[in-house]
């Protein structure tokens, strides 16, 4: 299937996940929430003066720089909204409600941003052979793409932010102080010249070299950065309290940030189940060309397949059903974590009749250790996640323990999938596969089967290394998940995130009376309370009955850590 979207859209989508951190960034959070100290916001808004007029005069560059008539009248275009909004800008901000700001002088982070978007346009491009030297007609059209590449992100991420916003806002709410610029920037209007910045992109690209549109990419990734460094230093700092970054509001003097996790499908995009039942497919001509004693008792490469097949067909049958009779109950009111507990009993003798159906199989039989480390070494972890977890540990501002808890039948999987990157240092809980000489004997080592199990490892953490109930406090429990297994640690930690979309979950969760809240939403909405609190105090606390859904690793590593 050929992918039609055009080059600007692909960059987009390859580098959307930055936008997340200038979304969560203290600036924005207090923006939405109507919080944001007005002095602030003047200073943030006076600074696009400085950058109108920087792409006004890019844009004079690259249309001279363009080959086609037709070229030159788009990018003329592109020029002229720019210039006219530079011309309103004054009247804009008096629409708005919101004082004219002194134009002053442009901070580090602007300047930073308006001299790369100039030099580009000028030919001075990082990766040109010739950099500055750029004459025949085709290297100026080259040029002319260059420069609106390192445009594009700029204006795609204003639209973006401003849209995110817009969409938990409430529409009849006229008493939110920045609305009008809100509205502003996710106008269809605006919207507009962003889509035509985009499709003059994808028009002067069509005939750069492979090589080429590789220096275009990294112009592009390399302006989307420093709009989001611009945001996070926009030169005057937040004077209220914030809710971002976990890692910088909160005061971890006295107190361990201790983040857990669960393996399948949090970390990973495949169930460990499935890659075990890979390993074990794809070894056994191996195993048997040696023709060792173990084989014997091995199922044939078939056989097995069709065993995994009934094995895996047979759970989530009966997973289904087995939520679908506690669904059926008599739904209570409001949180009820006690009732849910109970319920969650049901899953636990579910679980392990099916783990025991997998060790009565055989079907575990045989896997070399080598194998499964191998395998682990070579798992691909969800966008995101490694480098989280890397940054987390190397924050010398933190003192952070990080646990996997998981219900994956191969702690060696685990921890082999996390033995590089310095982070084999995160401790592993879950099962264990039974060995003879190296090769699993096909019983499974039980330890995590359950939710009710993995609540207790949960606990266990906690309580470990506490000398007293006082210390025992002295924890801000993040746990990261998304599968019914995670549910009761979810709800017990101080900050429950639920990553991925787990219909079982929110059917359960449903049932129970626990509130699912996009991560960004419930910020604003916490940022909005704390500036309504005398105290200045918002403290995160467990079995509040809310969970925070997140799509993606840079939503979390943007909430606890910021750039």
């Known amino acids: ?235 005057l700092p937040i004077p209220q309290k914030d809710v971002v970054p976990l890692s910088r509001v909160h005061d971890f003097t006295d107190c361990h940030l201790t983040i857990l996790c669960d393996f399948d499908l949090a970390c990973t995009a495949f169930d460990s189940s499935a890659i075990l039942a890979e390993i074990a497919i794809r070894t056994v001509p191996k195993t048997e060309s040696h023709g060792s004693e173990t084989q014997l008792v091995r199922l044939s490469s078939a056989d097995l397949k069709s065993t995994w097949d009934i094995l895996s067909t047979q759970y989530t049958e009966e997973f289904e059903q087995c939520v679908e009779t506690i669904v059926t109950s008599e739904k209570v009111e409001g949180f009820r974590y006690e009732d849910l507990c109970k319920a969650l009993e049901q899953l636990a003798e579910f679980e392990r009749k099916a783990n025991e159906r997998v060790v009565q199989s055989g079907v575990l039989k045989g896997l070399s250790l080598e194998d499964i480390k191998r395998a682990g070494q070579a798992l691909i972890l969800q966008d995101g996640c490694r480098s989280f977890f890397q940054k987390t540990l190397k924050n010398e501002n933190l003192k952070t323990d990080v646990h996997v808890l998981s219900y994956c039948w191969c702690s060696d999987l685990i921890a082999s999938a996390f033995s590089s990157g310095d982070l084999n240092v995160l401790t592993v809980h879950s099962n264990e596969l039974a060995y003879e000489e190296l090769v699993t004997t096909g019983e499974i080592i039980k330890k995590l089967e359950s939710p009710l199990e993995k609540l207790q490892a949960f606990n266990g953490i906690l309580k470990g290394p506490c000398k007293s109930i006082e210390e025992e406090h002295k924890h801000l429990t993040v746990y990261i998940g998304g599968s019914v297994g995670d549910f009761l640690c979810l709800l017990q930690a101080d900050i429950g995130i639920v990553i991925g979309s787990s219909s079982s979950l929110r059917k359960l969760g449903d049932h129970f009376g626990v509130s699912f809240v996009p991560l960004f939403s419930g910020l604003v909405k916490r940022q909005r309370n704390l500036a309504a609190d005398e105290e200045g105090s918002c403290q995160w606390k467990p079995l509040s009955g809310t969970l925070y859904t997140v799509s993606s690793w840079a939503e979390i590593h943007a909430f606890i850590l910021g750039t």
């Not at 080059?7 to 969560?24: E, G, N, P, Q, T």
């Not at 005069?57 to 720089?65: G, R, W």
């Open 1 to 235: 299937m050929v992918d039609e979207a055009g080059l600007a859209r692909r960059l987009w989508i390859k580098f959307k996940h930055d936008s997340v951190f200038a979304l969560y960034s203290p600036f924005f959070v207090s923006l939405a929430s109507a919080t944001l100290d007005s002095q602030t916001f003047r200073h943030f808004v006076s600074q696009d003066r400085h950058f109108l007029k920087a792409f006004a005069l890019a844009y004079k560059m690259a249309e001279d720089c363009a080959g086609d008539d037709d070229d030159k009248v788009g990018i003329r275009a592109l020029r002229k909204r720019v210039v006219l909004r530079l011309q309103l800008h004054d009247k804009l901000m008096q629409e708005w409600g919101l004082e004219v700001p002194d134009e002053g002088v442009s901070n580090d982070a602007t300047t930073k941003y308006t001299d790369f978007l100039l030099a580009t346009a000028s030919g001075k491009v990082e990766g040109e052979r010739v950099p500055g030297k750029i004459a025949t007609p085709f290297e100026k059209t080259k040029l002319a793409a260059y420069t609106l590449a390192a445009v594009a992100p700029f204006i795609r991420l204003y639209a973006h932010i401003s849209n995110e916003i817009q969409g938990i806002l409430d529409p009849d709410d006229n008493g939110h102080i920045y609305k009008r610029w809100i509205d502003s920037f996710s106008s269809k209007d605006f919207e507009a010249t962003a889509l035509e910045n985009e499709e003059m992109l994808d028009k002067l690209s069509i005939y750069l070299t492979g090589e080429e549109l590789e220096i275009l990419e990294k112009l592009y990734h390399q302006a989307m950065k420093l709009e989001v460094d611009f945001i996070f230093n926009s030169g």
